[in-house]
């Protein structure tokens, strides 16, 4: 049982390529989240998706774009990455919406853009 | 957007020592959660609290929901090295998304 795995672990980009991170779960979750984790910040939720099919912006969804392909997937897509979106990124699914303790996430893709 | 501020930002101890660390915010909080992050993995849920002045432990973590709910505090008893790592609190009002706090990095030197 893998849980909530992410690709890359690791990018580097140049300022404004493109790029997918991408998530997949395996506990048929009905909820996934895309966070940034950034030095003394703590998480912040860039998109989240309450259910297949919808899409919702969170706290700080300028610059991203995401897709909830299908139940088990989402993915978060940079356009044109800048270097302010240099962070940590972490994926999490959760089986409802509103029991936020049960939030469970991947392990990170690291993010450097010069 | 709000964020909770936790306290301190950095802790360096001895193996043995107890830690107390704590999460403040300007708001009432319904739930308040302790996660850990361990060095390159993603935060894992250590206790959660749903009720103002509930303490719950879970091994040598305790948490306590302040009275006020608009605090929550987290100790560790006799600290071992794989206590290393950042712990997040996190608040959330009635449905509304998590709010995380900054984190509190805990260093435990053998």
């Known amino acids: 049982n893998a849980g909530v795995t992410q690709t890359p672990k690791f990018q580097v980009l140049k300022t404004g390529q493109s790029m997918t991170l991408q998530c997949a779960q395996d506990m048929n979750h009905n909820s996934m989240y895309w966070y940034r984790q950034d030095p003394g910040m703590g998480l912040r939720l860039i998109y989240y998706?309450?259910?297949?099919?919808?899409?919702d912006k969170g706290e700080v969804p300028n610059g991203y774009n995401v897709s909830r392909l299908n139940k088990r997937e989402f993915s978060l897509r940079l356009e044109s990455a800048a270097p302010s979106q240099t962070s940590v990124y972490f994926c999490a699914s959760m089986k409802g919406t509103t029991t936020n303790e049960k939030l469970f996430f991947g392990s990170g893709t690291q993010l450097s853009v010069l | 957007g709000q964020q909770l501020n936790q306290s301190p930002q950095s802790m360096f101890i001895q193996e043995g020592e107890d830690v107390s660390m704590n999460c403040t915010s300007s708001s009432i909080f319904n739930t308040w959660l302790w996660y850990k992050q361990d060095p390159g993995e993603g935060p894992v849920l250590l206790i959660a609290?749903?009720?103002?002045?509930e303490l719950t432990s879970n091994g040598r973590l305790t948490a306590q929901f302040g009275i006020t709910r608009k605090d929550s505090f987290l100790n560790i008893s006799a600290s071992i090295p794989s206590d290393v790592g950042i712990y997040f609190c996190?608040?959330?009002?009635?449905?509304?998304?998590?709010?995380f706090g900054t984190g509190t990095r805990l260093q435990v030197f053998p």
């Open positions: 609290l749903y009720k103002a002045g």
């Open positions: 996190a608040g959330q009002r009635n449905t509304d998304k998590l709010i």
């Open positions: 998706s309450a259910s297949e099919g919808t899409t």
